[in-house]
């Protein structure tokens, strides 16, 4: 397989390498992938947090002494953060538009410019000005004690209150209930698996109900939540068209509950 990269904003991954079915999940702009020629224009790849499908060719960036730069500028890395970032031409609000990347995303920061400006280095050798407001550290790790890291794991699921549902979305356009909980996860430095249920090789393991904390995982049926304290969860949910707050359901309503810090 071949290391490629994600060229555009949001790139979608399908069961089969076909665009005519639903949507599996979302591979976001800068990111890392393994990349093996299929059929119909598609590429089987492997995600870098585990997760595989097919990808349309036109949604990646294979080899090439500009993907070699950005794959070699790991230090520099830095994850959007607000909902969504434009690239600009220029160190202005004028600047010409680039290209729109949603939360979650990856650029290079080459360079600190006076008023909060910032030059940043994409993937496909493309270079613009964003504001440092709207960029966060790249995580792959979290050096935090365990109750900030829980603080951030549910203030970092709060920022997609209000999204609307879509199945096997990832970004504020639209995002499904392991999309949620695995991007609340991934932002803060911790790779959990994409789906909504408990799978061996991951950080996540089950606990008891009663031991449940905030930035905790509950699951049901086909639903994942993260418990935010105070008998709440937050979660996506297609019956409530979204992002949104609810109560803990009931102990025999929840299959397994689940803890990275177990």
Known sequence: MKKAFIKTPIASLYRKPDSNISLEDEVLFG??????????????????YGYTGYVSKKDLLFCSRRVKKFSEMKDKYKVIKKSFCDILSEPKMQGIRLITLPRGSRVALTETLENNWVRVYLCDGTEGYTRIEHLDDYKTTYGVNDEDLRDALVKTAESYLGTQYRWGGKTPSGIDCSGLCSMAYMLCGIIIYRDAK???????????????????????PGHIMMYIGDGKIIHSSSSMCGVSYSSLPEKDKITACGSIFA
């Open 198 to 220: 408990l799978m061996q090789g991951y950080p996540v393991k089950e606990i008891p109900y009663e031991q449940l904390k905030r930035g905790d995982l509950v699951y049901s």
């Open 31 to 48: 990111m890392e992938v393994e990349a093996q020629e299929a059929e119909n224009g598609f590429f089987f790849v492997k995600t870098h």
